[in-house]
Each structure stands twice: as C-alpha cells, then as structure tokens.
C-alpha cells in the first residue's frame, strides 16, 4: 500500500492531492547546465558577453554564478524598470506574436529564482547545450551590407551639457537608383578601452540621431526612415516595400542628442544597406507612422498620463510598434478604433536605459483599414520611485533637457491600396485558419464574409 501511494498520488492534510509527477517536478534540483543555461542563449547571451554592451559575461558558469542573485532580483521585475532581459510587452493584453521575442515565461523566472536561492549549483556538464557561436561585434545584423555610409565625427568631453544639433550631409556615391531591404545604424567610437563605467551609457554617446535621405535635386527620397537610438535593432523592411535610395542623393542627421559618458569620446554613425537585386521594384509603399505630443505637462513629484491620436487615411500594416519617451516615462499604450469598436493592440513598459523595438510576425502585423483612429497613451512617473528620474522636484515637458520628455510611438508599416489590403485580409484569413464571422486582434475585416 505504501508503494501504492508514492508511486500515484501525494496527500497533503485532508483532501489535498498533487500528483507524483508535480511533486518531484517541484522538488527536482535546478541546476546551471540542464536549466539555466539555455535561458541565457535565448535570451541574455546576445548582450551579456565579452565586448558586447551589457557590463558583465553570462556565457559560462564561472561567469554567471557570482551574479545569481542579481539574475533572480532583475527578472522578478518582469515589465519595470530595470527588468531583464529588456523586454516590456505585457502578456495580459494586446497582440503576443513578435520576431526575436527574448522575453522569459513565468516558469522560467520561477526556476532562475529557484537556482538562485539553492546557492546556483552548477550541474551535471554534460547537460549543458552546446555553446552559442556568435560573430564578433563587428558584424552587421543585416549581413555584409552592400554601402556602408560614415556620418562626420563629433566628439563629446568626459563630462559636459547635453548636445542637441544637426550633422552635415554625406553623399552615398551611389551611381544608380536602388532600393534598400534592409538597414542597420552603428555608433562607432573610441570610448570601449577607455576606463570608466562599463553599462551601456558609458560605451555610447549618441541618444538617438534622426535620418534623413535627401536627393541631388533637394527632395526627400524614401518616405520616412527609421530612427537611430541606442541599442536599436536593424530594420528589415517589407520585401514587397524596398525603400528608394536615389543616384546621388545624400544622408543628413537633421536631429541629433548626444550626451557624456564620462570618457572624453569621438564617435560617428555607419549607415549600412542592403540593396534589393537591380531592376527590383516595390509592389507596396512603406511608411513611417510617428503618433505623438508637444502638449507635455509633469509637475514635480507627479504621476500623470498623456495621450495622441491620428487617423489612417489609407490601408495600413504595421510591421513594427516602438515606444518612445524619456525618463519619466514608464508605461506605453496603443489602442485602435474602427468604428464603434476599440481593440488595446499593445501595451508596453518602458524603461529609457533600454529603447526596445517590437517586430510583429507576419501573422499577427495589425491590418487596419482605411479610417481607423491610432491612440496612443504614455505613463509617466516623475517621483522618487523611478530611479531613472535624477530630481523628480522638476517639472518635465518637451524640449532639449536631459530631463525632459517625449510622447512618441514609432511605428513602421505599408500602405495598402484597397485591392492589396483585402488580398493581405485573404491571405491573413487563411493564415489564422479562419471561419467566416471569426475575427482576430488587429485584424476587424478578418471577420467580415470574403468578397
């Protein structure tokens, strides 16, 4: 009988059972090698590693084990400030299905914290998956990009005010029109080797930097491009969407924010592309879809919320959502409503350390159509209990203060004819394995009967 009971159940007082399974699942040893480990391949290698931009390795017990505690305590906070790895989409609401989602569930954070607290034992080494192979930081996401672009230099001292300007124009030297599938910003410069603060405001002097593509008779050329911020990631544009880079046309940075490191530092920006093959020519047409606010209002010592609106007037996929605002700003919101019918898309935690970028599947890209107001919601905190705030006594608005602030959602996307944005509805239909009636998040003429 005794065999009976340890082989199938557990009772605990009256009328408690847990299953054997659940019980030894609870009980079972959490070790470095077979549980931890390739968690931090997933999702905290890619930073965490020599040269990279994170302040400490992760890449192997030895490193990791002195930080075991930090690592239970930063992923505890899951969506606040200071949380890692930095990933801040709520999982309660709005759209889940991203690219390169490095985000940790909830039962990974629960056997990191278990690791933690039974003192980080290593393992059995025969557990551990084979080591990530990652190329050296002088790699380009997007591959060896067909023109590397290099923004004049500017150098910030050790310690000065905030720069707030503009960087002269650079001719590309491109002999041909082309259009470009994908692009990626590098800060380069001479701070790495230099002693100082090894976090990422002390490897880099660029907050973000505003591109500009302008062509041999004045115009602009390609729409909207994306924005260069700190540890931004590349972007891929829509293969039916290549943005035009015309013969002779130049790159401008009309907006720059630098500020110190505390290492006198000489930096530039290298633009790289990825060209479309010659004679490609776009089906569809990106854009670049900026919601925001000047009308910014944070007394000291306050708590308040902001929001912007705007309305589509074409068909439109969004390919990619990013939160933007400064050091009060903690929490980010993105609504749309089609008609009488309001859908939250996403909400975000913000945390100014870490501007994160969030590129939807291709399933689950939000199709709207033609009229759908966007609404965007900023939280901001601006007392003592956000940390990033340096004297929450100040009032904070727009301008060019380190500590003021910004309502800015960054979205990128394609606009859609109304023949292409029924065909992308077909195919996203299709996709989801839909019924007629059936609808999906993001997606209101997904429920509508197929033409």
């Known amino acids: 009988m005794k065999a009976f009971i340890t082989g199938m159940v557990v009772i605990f ?15 079972a040893e959490v070790t ?58 709520e999982t309660e609401v709005g759209i889940q299905k991203f ?75 491109l002999s041909e029109d082309r259009y470009v599938a994908a692009m990626e910003i590098k800060e380069v410069n001479d701070s790495r080797d230099k002693p100082g603060r090894a976090t990422v405001g002390g490897l880099f002097v660029f907050h973000h930097a505003v591109l500009s593509v302008t062509g041999p008779d004045g115009r602009q050329s390609g729409g909207g491009w994306p924005v260069h911020e700190v540890g931004r990631n590349a972007d891929i544009f829509d293969s039916q969407a290549g943005k035009l880079l015309r013969t002779g046309s130049s790159i401008s940075f009309p907006s720059v924010h630098l500020h110190a490191n505390g ?45 912007a609106s705007m309305t589509l007037t074409q068909p439109t996929k969004l390919t990619v959502f990013e939160p933007h605002m400064h050091s009060t700003g903690v929490r980010m919101c993105l609504e749309a409503t089609y008609g009488s019918k309001v859908e939250t898309l ?31 919601t900023g939280y901001f905190d601006n007392t003592a209990s956000n940390k990033n705030v340096v004297d929450p006594r100040n009032w904070s608005g727009l301008g060019h203060r380190s500590i003021d602030n910004m309502l800015v959602m960054i979205a990128q996307g394609v606009n859609l004819t109304e023949a292409q944005f029924a065909q992308e509805v077909a195919r996203r239909r299709e996709a989801l394995q839909l019924k007629e009636g059936e609808s999906a998040l993001g997606c209101p003429a997904c429920g509508a009967k197929p033409q």
């Open 263 to 307: 290492k006198d530092t000489k930096a530039t920006l290298q633009v790289g592309f990825k060209f479309h093959p010659v004679g490609y020519k776009p089906a569809i047409q990106s854009t670049l879809i900026s919601i925001g606010t000047d009308d910014l209002d944070i007394p000291g010592g306050a708590r308040v919320s902001q929001t």
């Open 346 to 376: 996403n909400c975000s935690g913000y945390d100014h350390n870490w501007v994160k970028t969030y590129a939807y599947d291709e399933d689950a890209a939000p199709l709207l159509p033609r009229g759908t107001v966007l609404k965007v």
């Open 13 to 27: 007082g009256a009328g408690f059972v847990l299953p054997a399974s659940s019980v030894r699942a609870q009980t």
């Open 32 to 89: 470095f090698a077979k549980d931890i480990a390739p968690i931090l391949q997933r999702s905290c290698q890619n930073c965490h590693r020599p040269d990279s931009i994170a302040p400490m390795s992760l890449l192997t017990y030895e490193d990791a084990r002195p930080w075991a505690k930090a690592m239970k305590e930063r992923t505890l906070l899951r969506r606040g400030r200071g949380a890692m790895p930095p990933w801040f989409i």
């Open 99 to 173: 690219k390169d989602d490095i985000s940790l569930t909830d039962a990974e954070i629960a056997r990191i914290a278990k690791w933690a607290d039974a003192g980080a034992p290593r393992g059995n080494p025969a557990d551990l998956p084979p080591a990530k192979v990652f190329a050296d930081n002088a790699t380009w996401q997007i591959g060896t990009p067909d023109l590397i672009v290099t923004s004049p230099a500017i150098e910030m001292k050790a310690i000065s005010p905030d720069y707030w300007g503009a960087l002269a124009a650079v001719p590309t030297g």
